[in-house]
């Protein structure tokens, strides 16, 4: 998949997930489904993301035999940058913070299946 093709797509999953955040809260408005930073964890793991799709198809475009290490060091750098963020996160807030957990976690999987995905659409072209 190419960076434009890419970026196009990465735009519309970005979109669809916004919207259904966005739209949880008035289908179920008794329960507190998200953490009042919820939309600053939002755009921060979709722009960790996106450095780290970057990073990783420069990486399969310069040397395409050492794709798999690019991909595994740019997930690896995006769990760090997202460990730093989580551990910066609870130390200014000292509350327990439920809701903050499973948003965070679940934005994190969702927007590394993403990555993952295109970036596997990339070395399986590079087999055939």
């Known amino acids: 998949m190419s960076l434009p093709k890419f970026l196009i797509s990465y735009s519309i999953y970005t979109g669809v997930l916004a919207g259904i955040a966005f ?48 991909i595994m060091g740019s997930v690896i750098l995006k769990m760090l940058f997202s460990m730093s963020f989580v551990l910066i996160y609870s130390l200014k807030h000292t509350e327990s913070d439920l809701p903050f957990v499973f948003n965070f976690f679940s934005l994190y999987l969702l927007f590394t299946l993403f990555e993952i995905l295109g970036l596997l659409r990339n070395l399986r072209h590079q087999n055939k």
Request: glycine share 8%; proline share 6%.
């Open 23 to 70: 739209l949880l809260p008035t289908l179920f408005p008794g329960v507190k489904l998200f953490t009042d930073q919820f939309w600053l964890v939002f755009w921060f793991l979709c722009g960790l993301t996106l450095i780290a799709y970057i990073l990783a198809d420069f990486g399969i475009r310069r040397k395409p035999e050492m794709g798999v290490f690019a």
